[in-house]
């Protein structure tokens, strides 16, 4: 199995590391409602709930079944988010990306979840990505679609604070990926 604890991918601006208590508090301080509106998650009340994230994370990563990174500002080291690779494991595995609402607007997300698809297709054995996103996210939406990422399904199902998604899921292919 491939643990991803120690993996770093860096882009042009970017630097995705392994998510570690480090970061929780910033974690904690970034996701809050306005983030989680369109995800599945709610936002953590208590830091212990960041922290039990962190652990549980990088449980998965030493199994190497995920690689939870936070995304950081390559110049500074600062804080932006959070950008996920799960189920590396299977051929098909999910991405995922969060960037906190003071940095929206700079396509941060896009650039993260770019490289992790291009790490992906290079270093797994990956049919292809999948992006479930809230069909009312449009900004999110881009991301898979500036990908060559092409709608493969759509479904409905409450978030964890009770409000309903309606998902549309995305397919990335290696052989559109910019």
Not at 48 to 71: H, P
Not at 108 to 116: I, Q
């Given at each position: ?9 860096e ?10 208590e ?5 974690i ?13 998650p ?15 994370a ?10 939870q990174a ?7 080291g ?17 991405l995922?990306i969060?960037?906190?609402k ?22 797994l054995?990956?049919r292809?990505l ?10 999110s ?6 990908l ?7 479904y409905r ?22």
């Amino acid at each position: 199995m491939l643990s991803t604890l120690d993996l770093v991918i860096e882009t042009e601006r970017l630097r995705l590391v392994a998510t570690a208590e480090e970061y929780a508090e910033s974690i904690f301080r970034e996701f809050k409602a306005e983030i989680t509106w369109y995800m599945g998650p709610r936002p953590p009340e208590r830091i212990e709930e960041t922290l039990t994230f962190v652990s549980e994370a990088r449980k998965k990563m030493e199994g190497g079944t995920e690689f939870q990174a936070t995304v950081l500002l390559k110049a500074t080291g600062g804080f932006l988010g959070q950008a996920g690779l799960h189920h590396i494991e299977r051929d098909t595995p999910e991405l995922g990306i969060w960037i906190k609402k003071s940095a929206h607007g700079n396509a941060y997300g896009r650039e993260a979840v770019t490289d992790l698809a291009r790490w992906a297709f290079t270093n797994l054995d990956v049919r292809y990505l999948i992006y479930p996103v809230d069909r009312e996210n449009t900004p999110s939406r881009k991301i898979p679609e500036w990908l060559g990422g092409t709608v493969e399904a759509e479904y409905r199902f409450p978030n964890q604070s009770g409000r309903p998604l309606d998902l549309l899921v995305y397919h990335i292919y290696p052989s559109v990926t910019p």
